[in-house]
């Protein structure tokens, strides 16, 4: 569950809309690889 406790705290410290886009895509490939 390392993508679920990663992301939240990457998130946070996104400033920008592109870094927030780019997390969000890495976080959801990270969780359909869990599946």
Known sequence: ???GRFCP?????????????AIFF???N???SEL
């Open 26 to 28: 890495y976080c959801r």
């Open 30 to 32: 990270a969780q359909e």
């Open 9 to 21: 705290d990457i998130q946070t410290q996104a400033d920008t809309f592109l870094t927030a886009s």
């Open 1 to 3: 569950m390392l993508g």
